[in-house]
Nanobody, 119 residues
Framework: QVQLVESGGGLVQAGDSLRLSCSVS????????MAWFRQAPGKVRDYVAH????????HYVDSVKGRFTISRDNAKNTVYLQMNSLKPEDTAVYYC????????????WGQGTQVTVSS
């Protein structure tokens, strides 16, 4: 059974940085495409970024480009989301997700970690 466990959320001020981590077990991590999503209060869950199974390709939603960086360490079975220049509108529960690289949908999800950015 695939398990994804996020950590690193918290309460910060606008302009601060946070790094989220997601540890994966139960599957060959290096074969998984990994992504981060987020869900703000009263809103649907939105895509933030993803990284290919090799780590050679990344993609971001426009609102975080230049501020967030997704990366992975296949030796540690962990994916990261470095978030810089945080804004109050980044406040959300952040979810880690995984899929086999040939799948179109994300099949595996973490429990989420809260990020709150005060103004």
């Amino acid at each position: 059974q695939v398990q994804l466990v996020e950590s690193g959320g918290g309460l910060v001020q606008a302009g601060d940085s946070l790094r989220l981590s997601c540890s994966v077990s139960g599957r060959t991590f290096s074969s998984l495409t990994m992504a981060w999503f987020r869900q703000a209060p009263g809103k649907v869950r939105d895509y933030v970024a993803h990284i290919s199974w090799t780590g050679s390709s990344t993609h971001y939603v426009d609102s975080v480009k230049g501020r967030f960086t997704i990366s992975r360490d296949n030796a540690k079975n962990t994916v990261y989301l470095q978030m810089n220049s945080l804004k109050p509108e980044d406040t959300a529960v952040y979810y880690c997700a995984a899929k086999d690289r040939w799948r179109s949908e994300y099949d595996y999800w973490g429990q989420g970690t809260q990020v709150t950015v005060s103004s």
